[in-house]
């Protein structure tokens, strides 16, 4: 007499581990989405932040008191100098994504401006600079930006088109 021993798996048990997984992961994925926004808008934040306070050292050290119109600027080291005013992840261009966000700072050139010591040219830097962070994907809702004042303002849409220079913009609420 032969007797056979059953090892293994029945069908029905894999099909119920697979369906058991497939019920988790339906409940976890929109937590996880959720989660992964969060993070990038503490990202863009962060950069927002880091913005502001190289533009002030940009002032205050090679600007005459006039700022950086734009991301390049930032990311060029003054002379006699290795070290940038901001990151090079965030210099790359004048228009960075980084963490689901596009970030991109302006200032509007002013004649009257000295040259920097970072190599801007006479008439080039600015009196004040706005900087905001928009959301790569539509699914995201939360718009971000900051200008001189140091404040940073959120929006259900771009900031892009109603933050100033310098003062208050017209829409959005300020983050606290």
Not at 52 to 59: D, P, V
Not at 109 to 134: H, K, T
Not at 153 to 161: H, R
Request: charge should be neutral; aromatic fraction near 8%.
């Amino acid at each position: 007499m032969n007797i056979r021993k059953a090892d293994g798996f029945a069908l029905i048990d894999i099909l119920f581990v697979c369906a058991m997984m497939g019920v988790l992961s339906t409940i976890a994925l929109p937590r996880m989405l959720l989660a992964r926004q969060s993070a990038g808008a503490a990202s863009a934040i962060g950069s927002l932040r880091t913005i502001h306070s190289a533009q002030l050292t940009f002032a205050l050290t090679c600007g005459a008191g006039f700022y950086a119109p734009n991301l390049t600027t930032l990311g060029r080291a003054p002379a006699n100098s290795r070290e940038a005013f901001i990151s090079p992840g965030l210099a790359t261009s004048n228009s960075v994504t980084r963490s689901g966000y596009v970030i991109e700072v302006d200032g509007t050139a002013f004649a009257g401006a000295p040259g920097s010591c970072n190599g801007l040219d006479v008439g080039e830097a600015a009196q004040g600079w706005r900087a905001y962070a928009d959301p790569t994907s539509s699914e995201n809702r939360r718009f971000f930006g900051t200008n001189v004042n140091g404040a940073i303002w959120e929006l259900n849409t771009t900031l892009s088109t109603v933050i100033p220079e310098v003062g208050e913009p017209t829409a959005g609420q300020i983050l606290k």
